[in-house]
């Protein structure tokens, strides 16, 4: 059974064509700039194998529709991986938002993506793209079931105390304002991939995730299930990211505007677009950032040591939430990629059993699940590398009766 993983951005559609049989990726692609002047897609047939072919398009792509359009012509036909459309079992769209409807995987109807559409008021940025995937590969690939799988599902069984703001409950039951919680696919696919490693039911283990990327998060999982995450009703909550803030007091609007006269729109792209790494040493991404301490820059060591930080403090505080955890998991760009952010984040948490290991943490070969915890750690530790779409590929093919 062949699947197609979609997961579309506002001027972007990447995508996977996954045989579930033994979960190989028989192609991957990612269209960019829909909607401007050039569009481009860089496709990869049988990526990492000796079969592997790299092809680039170069052209504009007025919308989503076209830009898929495009790419439907490089993954079936002539000596694409599939010949024909009806050879695609299913299609699976990463969709951001799913509110408190959708707490599982959901085959698409007019009603789904009626609902999706409603959820735009709390995903403004994400959701539209994902109906606009929806709606290209609707209009494509006619007849082909399709699912949506949401990055806010896996958060769906953190209970009450821990997903309301203490705010007048009034506003919850109007707005549905409330912790959700996102990325969810990837803290549930580490998480079990977790317990297939320690060799538990996966409603035995218990764990911390902490997805450190472009976005960063973490989750509490508790005998399976999501009890807390960081992020929150968006995902500016939480950890510090490489242009977002994190956590930060709830007052500063009124002191920004009270004080520098800025809009709630001026501090909303502050704190989106202006903060985090950046905010602190003017780098975002994590590798710029250890080249600029190397050269001694003092600003660049202090927003490496607020990010560890803030890992370290939400750690402490799952630990304390799960009363109970087989070990803490590590994954995405930097938690997978960064040994000095994983030995940061945990070196003073032997204390609360979490004791990790330099040599292992330091030692091993990217790209690979490692245990870096020492051997007589109470809690392990492990680097563990996400797989998002295979897990909504996983989970559409669990919607038509296989895996
Ligand atoms: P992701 O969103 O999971 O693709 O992660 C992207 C981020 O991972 C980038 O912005 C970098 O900050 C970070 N990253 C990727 N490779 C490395 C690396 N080798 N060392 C440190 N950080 C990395």
Excluded: W
């Amino acid at each position: 059974m062949k699947i197609l993983v979609l997961n579309c951005g506002s001027s972007s559609l990447k995508y996977q064509l996954i045989d579930m049989n033994n979960d190989a990726v028989l192609c991957s692609g990612l269209a960019e700039r829909i909607g401007d002047a050039m569009g481009k897609i860089t496709h990869k047939a049988f990526p990492g194998t000796d079969k592997q072919k790299v092809l680039t398009v170069e052209e504009p792509f007025k919308d989503h529709t076209a830009a898929l359009g495009r790419c439907a012509g490089l993954i079936t036909g002539g000596e694409a991986p599939v010949a024909t459309p009806a050879d695609i079992a299913a299609i699976g769209h990463r969709v951001v938002h799913g509110g408190e409807a959708f707490r599982q995987p959901t085959l698409i109807t007019p009603e789904v993506v009626k609902a999706i559409k409603d959820f735009c008021s709390l995903a403004p940025l994400h959701n539209p793209a994902g109906l606009m995937g929806i709606e290209a590969a609707t209009a494509l690939f006619p007849g082909v079931k399709q699912a949506a799988v949401f990055d806010t599902a896996f958060h769906g069984t953190i209970p009450d105390y821990a997903y309301l703001f203490a705010i007048p409950f009034g506003l919850y039951q109007e707005l549905g304002i409330r912790r959700y919680g996102f990325h969810g696919t990837s803290h549930g696919y580490v998480a079990k991939k977790l317990s297939q490693i320690i060799g538990k039911p996966f409603e035995q283990t218990s764990c911390v995730t902490v997805h450190l990327g472009n976005g960063c998060s973490m989750a509490a999982v508790k005998n399976g299930q999501c009890v807390d995450t960081s992020m929150g009703l968006t995902p500016l909550m939480g950890l510090m990211m490489g242009t977002r803030s994190g956590d930060v007091d709830p007052s500063l609007h009124a002191f920004l505007a009270a004080n520098k006269g800025y809009t709630i729109e001026q501090v909303d792209t502050l704190l989106n677009k202006e903060s985090g790494l950046k905010g602190i040493c003017g780098l975002n991404d994590m590798r710029d950032i250890h080249s600029a301490r190397e050269k001694g820059d003092k600003k660049a060591e202090l927003a490496l040591k607020m990010f560890c930080y803030r890992v370290k403090h939400y750690i402490g505080a799952y630990l304390a939430a799960l009363d109970g955890c087989d070990a803490v998991v590590f994954t995405a760009g930097i938690g997978e990629n960064d040994p000095d952010v994983r030995q940061y984040s945990c070196d003073t948490l032997g204390a609360v059993g979490v004791k990790i290991d330099r040599d292992r943490n330091f030692g091993f070969k990217r790209g690979e699940v490692c245990k870096i915890s020492t051997d007589d750690s109470p809690v392990a530790i492990y680097v563990i590398p996400t797989n998002e779409e295979l897990e909504i590929a996983t989970q559409t093919a669990s919607l038509l009766g296989s895996k």
